[in-house]
T-cell receptor, first 116, second 112 residues
Framework: DTAVSQTPKYLVTQMGNDKSIKCEQN?????MYWYKQDSKKFLKIMFSYNNKELIINETVPNRFSPKSPDKAHLNLHINSLELGDSAVYFCASSRDPTFPPQETQYFGPGTRLLVL | AQKVTQAQTEISVVEKEDVTLDCVYE???????LFWYKQPPSGELVFLIRRNSFDEQNEISGRYSWNFQKSTSSFNFTITASQVVDSAVYFC?????????FGSGTKLNVKP
């Protein structure tokens, strides 16, 4: 049983297109996250949702819009894709970070996005 | 400001050697958590350990051990008798106020 799953695993698309990445967790966690890992392996948080509410929104272009239909899902929609969006995108989940704080995050397998 | 530094970009060892991965962090907060994650060539991120700022006890889990020293703001990770399967990128991370701050990772190559 996969704890945190992402689809698709690979995504190759043309510049200017719109694409979505889906994430689902079956751990019963309240909080989900999106991270971007660039070509140098640097990991940076993009968004965090707690019980379907946005709680962290780092400096990310408006072309990126997360959507959480329920607390088990956090999808990432990207409009007007650019070359610089090429990266690996990781979804993660944890229990409610506010109580107790700093819970362990469990990561999905990653989605490798290549924009041509 | 929060920051995690992994000064070793890449380390190569021969199987059965011991290897230590360094992690130095910066934070002004007194309550925080430190983590190590492993990213094997397959790409997923695997949780290894979590340590809170009030617990400086070293931890050992099989061939893995962690040394947390608040005095030097370090949380180093040692693999004893390394194996080829240990080859991966290892990330140290600091978590406080719902945010994770990752180091840039250390790529470990274990050669047979």
């Amino acid at each position: 049983d996969t704890a945190v799953s992402q689809t698709p695993k690979y995504l190759v698309t043309q510049m200017g297109n719109d694409k979505s990445i889906k994430c689902e967790q079956n751990l019963g966690h309240d909080t989900m996250y999106w991270y971007k890992q660039d070509s140098k392996k640097f990991l940076k948080i993009m968004f965090s949702y707690n019980n379907k509410e946005l709680i962290i929104n780092e400096t990310v272009p408006n072309r990126f819009s997360p959507k959480s239909p329920d607390k088990a899902h956090l999808n990432l929609h990207i409009n007007s894709l650019e070359l610089g969006d090429s990266a690996v995108y990781f979804c993660a989940s944890s229990r409610d970070p506010t109580f107790p704080p700093q819970e362990t995050q469990y990561f999905g397998p990653g989605t490798r996005l290549l924009v041509l | 400001a929060q920051k995690v530094t992994q000064a070793q970009t890449e380390i190569s060892v021969v199987e059965k050697e011991d290897v230590t991965l360094d992690c130095v962090y910066e934070t002004r907060d007194t309550t925080y958590y430190l983590f190590w994650y492993k990213q094997p060539p397959s790409g997923e991120l695997v949780f290894l350990i979590r340590r809170n700022s009030f617990d400086e006890q070293n931890e050992i889990s099989g061939r893995y051990s962690w040394n947390f020293q608040k005095s030097t703001s370090s949380f180093n990770f040692t693999i004893t008798a390394s194996q080829v399967v240990d080859s991966a990128v290892y990330f140290c991370a600091l978590n406080n106020f719902n945010k994770f701050y990752f180091g840039s990772g250390t790529k470990l190559n274990v050669k047979p």
